[in-house]
């Protein structure tokens, strides 16, 4: 996009009549940018275009895609400013924030392009005994066209959690970024764009589309390979519901009710900062952030005077002091107020905040202990600067009330001796121990969930093997010793096959 070009026209689909939407900037009210609204028709003219740039990006080979996806990653590292200050205009974070979420994107892209070829590239697997007449390989292709739906909260490095992989497998995408960020979307297809093409001609490896919901249901029906989603179960759910009618495969990563487990022998003081920081930042909506933490009663009174003291000194706001801004999605601070109205009929108590700490756009820390296991602020999703603190009798207390939940996405445990041990009997798809979130920014490591948390895993070699689809080959070096696949199979071969059966695994 130039300077003087709109972002609607940019986008394009935007002729004379064409409905149109802004996005606003939470902190402010202001119009960040006006976006078309585009229909199916043009959503499938974008996946028919880009699955005729799927096959040349699939055809550079893992070697020509390292390279460019190595200008990208360059080009990224030079616009993080620029980019960190539409990021925070279309959410309100702030924007060393929003710089940390650039610096993990680009980190993760970096990885994905440089071990692609290591984890997707032909090679031999064993025949084993029966079969040792055949060379046997595996590879994984590229699907071909992958689309993206993706989230409001992180919305660059969650989507290019999927994007990245996605490129660096042989893909084109097309990326439906959320209805509140699409501005980041197209910054992110542009500079991919300017880093690959330069000035000559544009295909469409990589290319977005905007709209509401509508879009991102034409997207799961457009004729895409596979579909990566990344936001609430119920729209999940429906994206799963949409994808079937064509069995188009899917990825989804939905929320989290995370908890967060405090051994006697935790560190209280890193536990503490972690509660906070995990429940607090990005205005607590992370889906792998805190929402509940469970602490052994030996040391729970020290332990909340902690997250009391750090919770009491943040402040929300749109300034760049602030420690965290509004909520970007304006609704979501009802949900926030029910849950803590709920939790509060219910008799739990708010030592932090209370009903007054909702003054939308911006929510201010809430903390709350005693609350009962069977209220909203425990059993749904918060997606807010709530926090929950209950005391339990002992750490298996804290896995069952943990594991009491048809959500599974991340986890935290805070232990001097047993960490691993606790978290191995959590069910969710990602544990930190003596850390919080620790396991997004490692690459190699797999991202999702399971249960409501939903399936599928982004980041490491899962990741790029979700982007990809197994192909076996053998080959015949020789003739089989016993030829029993075959109409002119002699008459003792199944007789030999089963001497050399019981004699290989009949002992």
Partial sequence: MTQTESPAAAAGGAGEGAATFDSIDPRTGEVVGGYPVH?????????????????????LGFDGRRKLLGAWRKLLVSRIDRIADLVSAETGKPRDDARVELVLAIDHLAWAARHAERVLGRRKVSSGLLMSNQAATVAYPPY?????????????????????YALA?????????????????HALAETFAEAVFGGGHRKPVFTVVTGLGETGAALCRSGVDKLAFTGSTATG??????????????????????PLIVDADADLDAAADAAVWGGMSNAGQTCVGVERVYVVEPVADEFLARVVRRAEALRPGGEPTADFGPMTMP???DVVAGQLRDALDRGATAVVGGTVSVRPPFVEPVVLTDVPEDSTAITQETFGPLLTVNRVADVEDAVARANA???????????????????????CGMVAVNGVITFAGVPAL??????????????GEDGLR?????????????APPIAVTTFTRRKNAIGRLLTLVRALYGR
């Fill in 39 to 59: 229909d199916a028709a043009y959503v499938r003219s974008a996946v028919d275009s880009a699955r005729e740039a799927s096959r040349w990006w699939a055809g």
């Fill in 405 to 427: 939940t048809a959500y599974g996405l991340g986890a935290s445990v805070f232990s001097a001796r047993r960490g691993e041990e606790i978290a191995a009997r959590l069910r």
């Fill in 144 to 164: 071909g066209v992958i689309g993206v739906i993706g989230p409001w909260n992180y919305p660059v490095f969650t989507p290019m959690g999927s994007i990245g």
């Fill in 446 to 459: 797999p991202f999702g969930g399971v249960g409501d948390s939903g399936f599928g895993r982004i980041h």
């Fill in 237 to 258: 759910k429906r994206v799963m519901a949409a994808c079937a009618e064509s069995l188009t495969p899917v990825l989804v990563e939905c929320g989290g009710k995370d």
């Fill in 331 to 333: 609704s979501q601070a």
């Fill in 466 to 478: 979700e982007f990809a689809r197994a192909q076996a080959v053998t080959r015949q070096r020789f």
């Fill in 169 to 185: 497998a042989g893909n084109a995408v097309v990326f439906k970024p959320s209805e509140l960020t699409p501005g980041i979307g």
